[in-house]
């Protein structure tokens, strides 16, 4: 149902409107060096044909009377009062001088015509981009989960260049067509009517079969072009798993399945190839038979003394001018078919949306005082509830600490908070205020989140601390890097702080990457701190110096730590352990000790475990 919507979607004006802002211009003179070139085509075989009928013939045989093959009576007077036959006999060359002329008008014109539909094209193709970038970037969170980013980068890349070609290469080409189509008309009726007729009667079958042509082949242009998006989609995903397939040492079974896809590739675009192959040569041979046809005839004409010798020139000329966009029409129109789908798949995209502003967009100050009411979550598509009936108070500056087996919804409850999800029952309360009401750029600057997987750019350590804030001094970040522990691992890089992270450097290792995550984080100077998981990859003794050079700004902040480590934990002003999003057990770490429940459990076994380990060190 989806794809039948997608193909009768028709194409969106005012989309297409926002997307030509600001390129107006470039179209206009686009189409007026595209009239000029016509024109000036046009021109080259009558001059020709003026001075075969005009001069030369008169001129070699006695009686012949002199034509005009097409040109208009009062050049035809301006050229009698300057001295006629007689004076361009004597200056042949102006006749060559009035080709080069128009042979240069035209070759201007095309220039131009050619570089202002690039420019047209190139500029609304970036508005594009530029459009999606920002509709992408201020999309709600849940948008992500259901489409791919493959599928979105094909988007923002592929479909916006088949709808740029269709500007550069198309769009003028159809104006082209009947403006020559009616010039063509316009000049040989007025010298033929009947040989007009013999000149284009093929034309309208050579039109109709490259319609029909291009219809019936238009399946064989998207299977190639389908076989092109598996063959990319296998490449990305090998190259991104590269880890995953060395590994498991799959080389083979994943160069099977590339070599497959990429025959398969072969295969359709040969198909495309060789379609195409019979297309052009059987409509040249067509293309031929017209102009043949209007050889033939006008050589009878002209024997028969209905048209002069250069007008039978202007005829076969025109004709043959006018075979290529003709039979190239059928193609437009299939090219103008992939356009339009493409615009609809970007529409799409534009269409979504945006992230809303549910309540008043308060940015009063924020203290740190959060409150859960009651608060239910379930995401879009999920049956069972996330979070349940979750209800709890943290003052600012206290630190609380959430702990939960896996799934439990620990990163779900601390993403409510920073509203990239909004919770579907009670509420939450920042400093008394329910967290909708806040402007939600404001809140998120609020709030430092280190996310369970952190994502760092490819870009310098550095510029990844100092994202939030580019202009930060140096100083600064060193002393955020200092409180993740992170600071003496950067300085004995080769490059310190200027080395390269990810695929264009080094690779930084799990535990590391949480580190300049956490300091990237500090930088923002947030009253809220959020911590998911971030020092699971870092060893207990360098969590505990983080945690304890953290101390000291957490007394104005309020401190969410997730972990699964109970001297991570015990610290906390208050503990929450999360059960099948059910708020099971709150308290600290001494009232949570005495009671069964999930916490003492762990802490039983994370003691039992540390005993062994220090006896064993001790005998070591
Ligand atoms: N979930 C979901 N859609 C998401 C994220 C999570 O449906 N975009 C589901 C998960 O399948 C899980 C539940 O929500 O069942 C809770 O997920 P989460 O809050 O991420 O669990 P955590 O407690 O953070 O688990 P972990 O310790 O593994 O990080
Ligand atoms: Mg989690």
Not at 119 to 145: Q, V
Request: charged fraction near 25%; proline fraction near 3%; aromatic fraction near 8%.
């Amino acid at each position: 149902m989806e794809e039948k919507k997608k193909k009768h979607k028709p194409i969106n004006r005012k989309l297409l409107r926002r997307f030509m802002k600001g390129t107006w211009g470039y179209f206009i003179i686009a189409a007026i060096a595209l009239i000029a070139a016509v024109l000036s085509a046009y021109i080259i075989p009558i001059i020709t044909s003026f001075t075969i009928d005009y001069v030369l013939i008169p001129y070699a045989e006695e009686g012949y009377k002199a034509g005009d093959s097409g040109v208009p009576g009062f050049i035809i007077n301006w050229i009698d009062s300057i001295g006629g036959r007689e004076f361009l006999i004597k200056h042949l060359y102006i006749m060559g001088i009035a080709l080069l002329l128009f042979t240069a008008v035209n070759a201007m014109s095309t220039f131009l015509r050619r570089s202002y539909i690039a420019y047209a094209g190139e500029s609304m193709a970036r508005n594009m981009r530029n459009d999606l970038y920002e509709h992408l970037a201020n999309l709600p969170f849940d948008y992500h989960k259901h489409v791919s980013t493959g599928d979105l980068v094909q988007r923002c890349t592929s479909d916006v260049d088949t709808v740029r070609r269709f500007i550069q290469n198309q769009l003028l080409e159809i104006a082209r067509t009947v403006l020559m189509v009616v010039c063509a008309a316009v000049i040989m009726l007025r010298m033929n009517p009947m040989l007009t007729l013999w000149s284009v009667i093929m034309m309208p079958f050579l039109a109709l079969s490259s319609f029909v042509y291009f219809k019936a082949v238009k399946d064989s242009f998207s299977d190639a072009d389908e076989a092109e998006g598996k063959l990319s989609a296998a490449l990305q995903e090998n190259l991104t798993g590269v880890r995953v397939v060395r590994a498991f040492g799959q080389q083979k079974r994943e160069l099977d399945n590339f070599t497959e896809k990429n025959a398969d590739f072969r295969k359709k675009n040969l198909r495309v190839n060789n379609l195409m192959a019979y297309y052009w040569s059987a409509s040249d041979a067509f293309g031929y038979m017209q102009i043949m046809l209007a050889l033939c005839v006008g050589v009878y004409y002209a024997i028969k003394g209905w048209i002069s010798v250069g007008e039978l020139l202007v005829f076969t000329s025109y004709t043959a001018m006018l075979t290529w966009p003709v039979r190239q029409l059928g193609r437009i129109l299939a090219d103008l078919g992939k356009a339009s789908v493409s615009l609809g798949r970007i529409d799409e995209i534009i269409s979504a949306p945006l992230e809303t502003e549910p309540g008043k967009a308060l940015t009063p100050p924020i203290t740190g005082d959060i409150e859960f009411r009651h608060v239910g979550f379930r995401y879009e598509d999920s049956v069972d509830p996330v979070l349940d009936d979750v209800s709890f108070t943290v003052k600012h500056g206290q630190t609380i600490a959430i702990l939960g087996s896996t799934g439990s919804g620990k990163t779900s409850l601390v993403q409510l908070i920073q509203r990239l999800y909004t919770a579907t029952e009670g509420e939450i309360l920042l400093d008394g205020v329910n967290i909708n009401d806040y402007e939600r750029h404001y809140l998120r600057r609020n709030i430092g989140i280190v996310l369970q997987e952190p994502f760092l750019y490819s870009r310098t350590i550095m510029e990844n601390i100092r994202i939030v804030d580019p202009d930060a001094p140096e100083e600064k970040v060193y002393e955020a890097a200092r409180i993740a522990s992170i600071h003496d691992v950067v300085k004995a890089f080769e490059n310190g702080y200027d080395t390269v992270v990810g695929e264009r450097g080094v690779t930084l290792s799990g535990g590391q990457k949480q580190r300049v995550a956490i300091a990237r984080m500090l930088m923002q100077e947030a009253p809220i701190i959020i911590l998911d998981d971030s020092m699971s990859a870092v060893d207990t003794e360098t969590d505990a110096a983080i945690r304890e050079a953290l101390s000291g700004r957490r007394q104005n902040c309020t401190t969410f730590i997730i972990s699964h480590r109970i001297t991570t934990l015990s610290t906390a002003d208050k503990i929450l352990v999360l059960e099948h999003g059910r708020l099971v057990q709150q308290g600290t770490h001494e009232e949570l000790i005495k009671v069964d429940g999930l916490y003492k459990r762990i802490a039983d076994i994370q003691n039992m475990l540390e005993g062994e380990l220090g006896s064993e060190g001790g005998e070591a």
